[in-house]
């Protein structure tokens, strides 16, 4: 099976423009997972996606939010970037079993506010 | 919410001696408890897992131990090797909250031969 998947790879944006990122997860995996990574913060959750659902949400504000398509392929909008938003962002799937709920995540989308 | 707690935030040791990286969790209700290490430049991948029903796991020179009471668990690395250089993360997760992870801020660790 192809693994999970992400596009762009890289982005440059400047302050106050919005960005879309996009997560194709492994075939037959339902949820969807995103998170931001930065350096000495490790991942930090944002939000996750199961059949087209926000199911979870992490402690971002209103800026980032989420959507996931019936083909289980899940996007990311940031609006009116900020410096801070800077950070590699990474989705991850899951098959989501009783019994087995690894994460598999994608390369993640390197993000560059200037 | 959960908080995972990491430490160390980084770990030298030398080829062919263990390393331990410690970490707790806030939850009582967190049940599962993946490490990941992510290589320079990769993406994180799954190297062991525990869930709340077990007290240890082993996989060949990877283990990890639970101890519920104290909310907290740890990842033990024997004899290694410079491909053990990586960043480890540990997380909690709740079983009602599948896809939600809380992560850990990660060790590097640095072997040298």
């Known amino acids: 099976k192809a693994g999970v998947t992400q596009t762009p790879r890289y982005l440059i944006k400047t302050r106050g423009q919005q960005v879309t990122l996009s997560c194709s997860p492994i075939s037959g995996h339902r949820s969807v997972s995103w998170y931001q990574q930065t350096p000495g913060q490790g991942l930090q959750f944002l939000f996750e996606y199961f059949s087209e659902t926000q199911r979870n949400k992490g402690n971002f504000p209103g800026r980032f939010s989420g959507r996931q398509f019936s083909n289980s392929r899940s996007e990311m909008n940031v609006s009116t970037l900020e410096l801070g938003d800077s950070a590699l962002y990474l989705c991850a799937s899951s098959l989501e079993t009783s019994d087995y709920n690894e994460q598999f995540f994608g390369p993640g989308t390197r993000l560059t506010v200037l | ?113």
């Open chain 2, 1 to 113: 919410g959960e908080n995972v707690e990491q430490h160390p935030s980084t770990l030298s040791v030398q080829e062919g001696d263990s390393a331990v990286i410690k970490c707790t969790y806030s939850d009582s209700a967190s049940n599962y408890f993946p490490w990941y290490k992510q290589e320079l430049g990769k993406r994180p991948q799954l190297i062991i897992d525990i869930r709340s029903n077990v007290g240890e796991k082993k996989d060949q020179r990877i283990a990890v131990t639970l101890n519920k009471t104290a909310k907290h668990f740890s990842l033990h690395i024997t004899e290694t090797q410079p491909e053990d250089s990586a960043v480890y993360f540990c997380a909690a997760s709740q079983t009602d909250s599948w896809g939600k992870f809380q992560f850990g801020a990660g060790t590097q660790v640095v072997v040298t031969p």
